[in-house]
């Protein structure tokens, strides 16, 4: 329970990185001794969301460029093949949902919040695809990037991309045109790992200083 509340933090951006935790105010926020937040820092050191500094004390550990490159290239192969298998099967009752839901991740305040809607806007979209393996390793996949959210604030610039990215990607599949809604989500996962750089700032990245 304890390895878990510290993970949704860290993931959710509340925990940020270089945050020094304590086993001593930890202990007495969870109200129990050191031993069990001894073990649950032990758990979090050896999935990589913590680093161990010079004084041996544990902080939180920030997200590497090369990690989030790394994570977006397999996202785009395993979420674009899961929309390819989906397409075809998804009703317009599935792209209704997804539309409700992405109106409320555009309102959302809470990171946390944000990425669950974000989360289960992708899966209704991919929710037919008829590969189990293939949901649960883009779940997982998905899980690791949470800290993300926490960069794309309600009025934000990124959410407003984020929102209308999705937009997109709807339109495109109640159009049947299944290429079109998977060159826009390998941008929008692309543009997030720094993978790609979005249209509409090429020219500038092309322009002299």
């Given at each position: 329970?304890?390895?878990?509340?510290?993970?949704?933090?860290?993931?959710?951006?509340t925990?940020?990185?270089?945050?020094?935790?304590?086993?001593?105010?930890?202990?007495?926020?969870?109200?129990v001794?050191?031993?069990?937040?001894?073990?649950?820092?032990?758990r979090?050191?050896?999935?990589?969301?913590?680093e161990?500094r010079?004084?041996?004390?544990?902080?939180?550990t920030?997200?590497r460029?090369?990690?989030?490159?790394?994570?977006?290239?397999?996202?785009?192969?395993?979420?674009v093949?899961?929309l390819?298998?989906?397409?075809?099967?998804?009703?317009?009752?599935?792209?209704?949902?997804?539309?409700?839901?992405n109106?409320?991740?555009?309102?959302?305040?809470?990171?946390?919040?944000?990425?669950?809607?974000?989360?289960?806007f992708?899966?209704?979209l991919?929710?037919?695809?008829?590969?189990?393996?293939?949901?649960?390793?883009?779940?997982?996949?998905?899980?690791?990037?949470?800290?993300a959210?926490?960069?794309?604030?309600?009025?934000?610039?990124s959410?407003?991309?984020?929102y209308?990215?999705?937009?997109?990607?709807?339109?495109?599949?109640?159009?049947n045109?299944?290429?079109?809604?998977?060159?826009?989500?390998?941008?929008h996962?692309?543009v997030?790992?720094?993978?790609?750089?979005?249209i509409?700032?090429?020219?500038?990245?092309e322009?002299?200083?």
């Open positions: 329970m304890i390895t878990q509340a510290l993970r949704d933090e860290i993931e959710a951006g925990l940020l990185p270089g945050t020094v935790l304590k086993q001593e105010e930890l202990a007495a926020r969870f109200g001794s050191r031993q069990p937040i001894r073990h649950a820092l032990e979090l050191h050896e999935t990589g969301l913590l161990k010079p004084d041996r004390s544990l902080a939180v920030g997200l460029s090369k990690d989030v490159h790394e994570l977006g290239q397999i996202r785009i192969s395993l979420e093949t899961a390819q298998l989906s397409a075809p099967r998804l009703t317009a009752a599935a792209l209704r949902k997804a539309r409700r839901i109106e409320d991740l555009f309102e959302e305040e809470a990171p946390e919040i944000l990425a669950e809607l974000d989360q289960e992708h899966a209704t991919y929710g037919a695809c008829g590969n189990e393996r293939l949901l649960e390793m883009i779940d997982g996949l998905r899980g690791e990037a949470k800290r959210y926490a960069l794309q604030p309600k009025g934000s610039r959410r407003s991309d984020f209308h990215e999705h937009q997109q990607i709807l339109a495109a599949l109640e159009e045109d299944v290429q079109t809604a998977c060159d826009v989500l390998t941008t996962i692309g997030t790992a720094g993978i790609l750089i979005p509409d700032q090429t020219s500038k990245s322009s002299p200083v």
